[in-house]
């Protein structure tokens, strides 16, 4: 039975036609309403079955995908909510690869381990990391994202 950690990213676009990008980045990373690392950063066809967990914590961060039963997404014109949770930790492989591709959207992914007081948050703007930091505080203590 994993630790699991909670997750909450914002997709958020402030500029003209910032609800085609947040659209298009829905589209390209989405399945079915649920959060899909594979769309975006497959498991290669030639791993192993009984390799694939390592492979997927190799190129995503984490082993599992997102479940549909651990997956709430809203949108709301240029901002995009998205609460999942993973296994272990943040998806942080599959966030330097995706994210960048983005250059027109603002990412904020807020995370905090099942075990843990402190919150921590990844910022994207431009396409680059801004800001990667902990906040000693509980997730739910804090002031929502947006």
């Given at each position: 039975?994993?630790?699991?950690?909670?997750?909450?990213?914002?997709?958020?676009?402030?500029?003209?036609?910032?609800?085609?990008?947040?659209?298009?980045?829905?589209?390209?990373?989405?399945?079915?309403?649920?959060?899909?690392?594979?769309?975006?950063?497959?498991?290669?066809?030639?791993?192993?079955?009984?390799?694939?967990?390592?492979?997927?914590?190799?190129?995503?961060?984490?082993?599992?995908?997102?479940?549909?039963?651990?997956?709430?997404?809203?949108?709301?014109?240029?901002?995009?909510?998205?609460?999942?949770?993973?296994?272990?930790?943040?998806?942080?492989?599959?966030?330097?690869?995706?994210?960048?591709?983005?250059?027109?959207?603002?990412?904020?992914?807020?995370?905090?381990?099942?075990?843990?007081?402190l919150c921590?948050?990844?910022?994207?703007?431009?396409?680059?990391?801004?800001?990667?930091?902990?906040?000693?505080?509980?997730?739910?203590?804090?002031?929502?994202l947006f």
């Amino acid at each position: 039975m994993p630790n699991y950690t909670f997750n909450e990213l914002r997709v958020i676009c402030e500029k003209k036609g910032g609800e085609k990008e947040i659209n298009k980045f829905y589209n390209e990373n989405f399945t079915k309403s649920v959060l899909d690392f594979s769309k975006q950063v497959p498991v290669s066809s030639s791993v192993n079955p009984m390799d694939i967990n390592e492979e997927q914590n190799r190129i995503w961060g984490v082993k599992w995908n997102v479940s549909e039963d651990n997956c709430d997404v809203k949108k709301d014109g240029k901002i995009l909510k998205v609460d999942f949770c993973t296994a272990w930790r943040e998806p942080n492989k599959w966030i330097e690869t995706v994210f960048p591709r983005y250059d027109k959207l603002r990412f904020v992914l807020r995370y905090q381990h099942e075990c843990s007081h402190l919150c921590e948050y990844i910022y994207y703007k431009n396409g680059e990391c801004q800001d990667y930091n902990v906040i000693h505080k509980d997730i739910k203590s804090i002031r929502p994202l947006f």
